[in-house]
Nanobody
């Protein structure tokens, strides 16, 4: 079992920045590919960004490319998402997810590929 706990969400004005974190416990964090997803009110959950086990490869959705940056610190068992140039349409609950990965460079962008999920952290962007 892997336990994931997100933190760092909050209320921010449009154009502002925020960093959300995901603390992992229970298994060897560096064995897991990680991802961020988000769900806005009335919408389906969508992919935001993903990172491989070592962190050398990342992939982001077009809607956040150039504004959001995913990273990880395997020594601290923590996943991060830096959110810059925030827009009201970025308002959502942000979830981190983990999937055991044999290959170091695996990137996963689909919900069904992930096994473990956090409870989410709310990010609200005011206009």
């Amino acid at each position: 079992q892997v336990q994931l706990v997100e933190s760092g969400g909050g209320l921010v004005e449009a154009g502002g920045s925020l960093r959300v974190s995901c603390a992992a416990s229970g298994r060897t964090f560096s064995n897991y590919a990680m991802g961020w997803f988000r769900q806005a009110p009335g919408k389906e959950r969508e992919f935001v960004a993903a990172i491989c086990r070592s962190g050398v490869r990342t992939y982001s959705a077009e809607s956040v490319k150039g504004r959001f940056t995913i990273s990880r610190d395997n020594a601290k068992n923590t996943l991060y998402l830096q959110l810059n140039s925030l827009k009201p349409e970025d308002t959502a609950v942000y979830y981190c997810a983990a999937a055991f990965s044999i290959m170091d460079t695996t990137i996963l962008s689909r919900e069904y590929e992930y096994t473990y999920w956090g409870q989410g952290t709310q990010v609200t962007v005011s206009s």
